[in-house]
């Protein structure tokens, strides 16, 4: 029965050490990670084989910045499925063409909240200029919110019937 009392108390003093530590048993690590503000952008697989460019005009309180957005093939994740049911079974995925285009338009600065974008697509190598459109940026947490923000995002679909 001693030894009951022993234990408890031994395991009782870790745990006090830890929390006075700042330590916790569950305490999840932070990686390194960054995420850079700016806005994705999708070009609808309808009007993506016309789409040869896109620049964005990103604006907020005032200031206002042009970026040009490196376009690239869009893909849908397919599932492969799993080789067996155990939680250490092995899973896979593969990435498929699906017609539209991504990119991604670095904006050093961008703010949480309300930004205009406005948008020229260049289709059959003509310009073709978008109307504003107001969206909101939000803080992204790669690592998850116990590890604080990190660049704010957002994102904006290029469509037949313009950008949203």
Request: aromatic residues 4%; charged residues 15%; hydrophobic residues 35%.
């Amino acid at each position: 029965m001693s030894h009951i009392k022993s234990g408890t108390f031994v395991a009782g003093s870790e745990l006090l050490f830890l929390l006075l530590s700042g330590c916790s048993p569950m305490e999840a690590a932070c990686t390194e990670i960054g995420a850079p503000p700016g806005v994705t952008v999708i070009v609808e697989k309808a009007i993506a084989a016309d789409v040869e460019d896109v620049r964005l005009t990103v604006c907020w309180n005032g200031n206002c910045t042009d970026r040009k957005v490196q376009l690239a093939p869009g893909t849908d994740t397919v599932d492969q499925g799993c080789n067996g049911s155990d939680p250490d079974s092995a899973c896979s995925a593969t990435a498929v063409p699906n017609g539209s285009k991504v990119g991604f338009a670095d904006v050093p600065g961008l703010p949480t909240g309300t930004i205009t974008i406005s948008a020229t697509v260049r289709r059959a190598g003509k310009p073709v200029g978008l109307p504003k459109i107001d969206v909101q940026s939000t803080p992204t947490y790669p690592d998850g919110p116990q590890c604080g923000p990190q660049g704010p995002q957002t994102q904006v679909v290029i469509g037949a019937s313009g950008l949203r």
